[in-house]
């Protein structure tokens, strides 16, 4: 049993540990879709809009599918908990899925080819939704400890920290370069192979790190709650919390996806800076910093002065640091951007120096923001149940992905139209693409441009966010007090 004081429960610091990794697992698959439209314009034969429109359609299928599944979470109490069955049947899901659509899709007469890839790319997502949901359905059960709690955040942003910077480097460092630059099939089947071993591998641990917590006693009050497909419209009308996170989350995905298209990291680093290689080490070389901001404020801050502060003091550090970046693009000179152990480095240049102090203090905060807000779900969730009495973890979690998912659904279009508007309408830019002034417009509204867009919409809904500290201590001991009596009565 988990340790209990006062209705208070907590879990062992390796249960966290365990159970965050099954961000990094679905970030894996996350990952590698990164290049599907490279997939879908040189291997399944459609063009750009079309590619860049599929990816869009596709998200809002995974967001429609959030509130069904999130349905049947909250239904789910068997033998083998709410949430590790989910864990494994999604895994499962996307590894077929996935392995037939790289693998098996190409092969097939070209006539049929694009309907048949929709056809398994839908069902992929399935799988997709299945175990992400996870990631915020069972924080709730792991712990309900205010103080305990950003330390799951902690280890999510330690794991998500080591994965991007690990990941742009194998793939687009190492395993571009390996395959001469060009994104084939070869390239795809090496990185499927890749992430789909790495996968597996955090989902065992998740269910694992899941079986101590994933009973009833530590579902909400601790009984079965009658769940409508009616309560998500209540939910949706009357929690505040739930409604300024998706409107903080949402923004903030949809520039993160725009930001991390790899379309936009060709056009910023391979044609405006001239140095591909760039894209892969950046990241390795803000991992300390992010991790010494994950600790601190993720961890500290958000203890000590709770998740909305952290989120205050992250948006706006990444705002500014975003504005100046913009401004050292504009008026430096990106073409001297160069790091040791891209082949070309030849010493330190001022664009260089001031776009790693830049990048650093933009990604530190930012980092704090992407992590906090996956705990705050549960934050939300506890809210649910001292307003209303209702534990539904699973239809907070979707209906924050569904709302989040729609809007950063967008994110493709966006970067498939932006192109298509400046003349790229058959192929996407690559690394060997000519700079033009254009492109250099695309590439900071990419990079930049919707982050800082994202980032402001932050500020204002976190003005509005009603679960302080106070707030959260106030509704743990209510709880707390529902279930004594509950005890009591039973008795």
Same mark, same amino acid.
């Given at each position: 049993?988990?340790?209990?004081?006062?209705?208070?429960?907590?879990?062992?610091?390796?249960?966290?540990?365990?159970?965050?990794?099954?961000?990094?697992?679905?970030?894996?698959?996350?990952?590698?879709?990164?290049?599907?439209?490279?997939?879908? *314009?040189?291997?399944?034969?459609?063009?750009?809009?079309?590619?860049?429109?599929?990816? *869009?359609?596709?998200?809002?299928?995974?967001? /429609?599918?959030?509130?069904?599944?999130?349905?049947?979470?909250?239904?789910?109490?068997?033998?083998?908990? %709410?949430?590790?069955?989910?864990?494994?049947?999604?895994?499962?899901?996307?590894?077929?899925?996935?392995?037939?659509?790289?693998?098996?899709?190409?092969?097939?007469?070209?006539?049929?080819?694009?309907?048949?890839?929709?056809?398994?790319?839908?069902?992929?997502?399935?799988?997709?939704?299945?175990?992400?949901?996870?990631?915020?359905?069972?924080?709730?059960?792991?712990?309900?400890?205010? %103080?305990?709690?950003?330390?799951?955040?902690?280890?999510?942003?330690?794991?998500?920290?080591?994965?991007?910077? #690990?990941?742009?480097?194998?793939?687009?460092?190492?395993?571009?370069?390996?395959?001469?630059?060009?994104?084939?099939?070869?390239?795809?089947?090496?990185?499927?192979?890749?992430?789909?071993? @790495?996968?597996?591998?955090?989902?065992?641990?998740?269910?694992?790190?899941?079986?101590?917590?994933?009973?009833?006693?530590?579902?909400?009050?601790?009984?079965?709650?009658?769940?409508?497909?009616?309560?998500?419209?209540?939910?949706?009308?009357?929690?505040?919390?739930?409604?300024?996170?998706?409107?903080?989350?949402?923004?903030?995905?949809?520039?993160?996806?725009?930001?991390?298209? +790899?379309?936009?990291?060709?056009?910023?680093?391979?044609?405006?800076?001239?140095?591909?290689?760039?894209?892969?080490?950046?990241? +390795?070389?803000?991992?300390?910093?992010?991790?010494?901001?994950?600790?601190?404020?993720?961890?500290?801050?958000?203890?000590?002065?709770?998740?909305?502060?952290?989120?205050?003091?992250?948006?706006?550090?990444?705002?500014?640091? @975003?504005?100046?970046?913009?401004?050292?693009? /504009?008026?430096?000179?990106?073409?001297?951007?160069?790091?040791?152990?891209?082949?070309?480095?030849?010493?330190?240049?001022?664009? *260089?120096?001031?776009?790693?102090?830049?990048?650093?203090?933009?990604?530190?905060?930012?980092?704090?923001?992407?992590?906090?807000?996956?705990?705050?779900?549960?934050?939300?969730?506890?809210?649910?149940?001292?307003?209303?009495?209702?534990?539904?973890?699973?239809?907070?979690?979707?209906?924050?992905?569904?709302?989040?998912?729609?809007?950063?659904?967008?994110?493709?279009?966006?970067?498939?139209?932006?192109?298509?508007?400046?003349?790229?309408?058959?192929?996407?830019?690559?690394?060997?693409?000519?700079?033009?002034?254009?492109?250099?417009?695309?590439?900071?509204?990419?990079?930049?441009?919707?982050?800082?867009?994202?980032?402001?919409?932050?500020?204002? #809904?976190?003005?509005?966010?009603?679960?302080? %500290?106070?707030?959260?201590?106030?509704?743990?001991?209510?709880?707390?007090?529902?279930?004594?009596?509950?005890?009591?009565?039973? #008795?």
């Amino acid at each position: 049993m988990g340790n209990q004081n006062g209705g208070i429960h907590k879990a062992k610091p390796w249960q966290l540990f365990g159970f965050s990794l099954n961000n990094v697992a679905t970030n894996m698959y996350l990952w590698q879709m990164t290049f599907i439209s490279y997939f879908l *314009t040189g291997m399944i034969g459609v063009g750009v809009v079309v590619a860049s429109s599929l990816v *869009t359609i596709m998200r809002i299928w995974d967001g /429609v599918t959030d509130p069904f599944i999130g349905y049947i979470v909250d239904k789910t109490n068997g033998r083998f908990g %709410k949430n590790r069955p989910f864990v494994v049947i999604g895994q499962i899901i996307m590894l077929a899925m996935s392995a037939i659509m790289f693998f098996a899709v190409p092969n097939v007469p070209k006539a049929g080819r694009f309907v048949v890839f929709v056809i398994f790319y839908a069902l992929y997502i399935i799988g997709y939704t299945l175990q992400c949901v996870v990631t915020k359905s069972a924080q709730t059960c792991l712990t309900n400890d205010p %103080k305990q709690r950003p330390l799951l955040s902690v280890f999510i942003g330690l794991g998500n920290a080591v994965f991007f910077a #690990a990941m742009p480097y194998y793939s687009y460092t190492y395993l571009l370069k390996k395959h001469n630059y060009s994104i084939d099939q070869g390239f795809f089947a090496e990185h499927w192979m890749f992430c789909v071993i @790495c996968s597996l591998i955090c989902s065992v641990i998740v269910v694992i790190s899941l079986i101590e917590k994933d009973r009833q006693e530590y579902y909400g009050l601790g009984r079965s709650v009658r769940v409508t497909f009616k309560d998500y419209w209540e939910i949706i009308k009357s929690n505040r919390a739930i409604q300024m996170l998706v409107v903080s989350a949402s923004t903030d995905k949809l520039a993160t996806q725009a930001k991390g298209d +790899a379309t936009i990291t060709l056009i910023v680093y391979a044609i405006i800076c001239g140095n591909t290689a760039v894209s892969g080490l950046l990241n +390795a070389y803000t991992i300390l910093p992010n991790v010494f901001f994950i600790i601190v404020m993720a961890g500290w801050v958000s203890s000590k002065f709770g998740q909305k502060r952290s989120i205050q003091i992250g948006s706006w550090g990444a705002a500014l640091s @975003c504005v100046a970046l913009i401004l050292l693009f /504009v008026m430096g000179d990106p073409t001297t951007l160069s790091l040791p152990g891209d082949g070309v480095f030849s010493g330190w240049t001022v664009f *260089t120096v001031l776009f790693m102090l830049f990048t650093l203090l933009y990604n530190g905060f930012n980092t704090v923001n992407s992590n906090v807000v996956i705990t705050m779900t549960a934050d939300c969730a506890d809210y649910e149940v001292y307003r209303s009495g209702r534990y539904v973890p699973g239809m907070i979690g979707t209906l924050f992905s569904f709302v989040d998912k729609l809007v950063s659904s967008l994110s493709a279009t966006i970067v498939g139209l932006m192109c298509a508007i400046i003349g790229f309408t058959s192929s996407l830019p690559t690394a060997t693409t000519p700079y033009s002034t254009k492109l250099f417009v695309v590439g900071m509204i990419g990079m930049y441009g919707l982050v800082l867009a994202g980032l402001i919409c932050n500020i204002v #809904a976190m003005k509005f966010y009603p679960l302080s %500290k106070e707030k959260m201590e106030e509704i743990q001991a209510e709880i707390a007090e529902i279930k004594s009596r509950q005890s009591k009565q039973a #008795a």
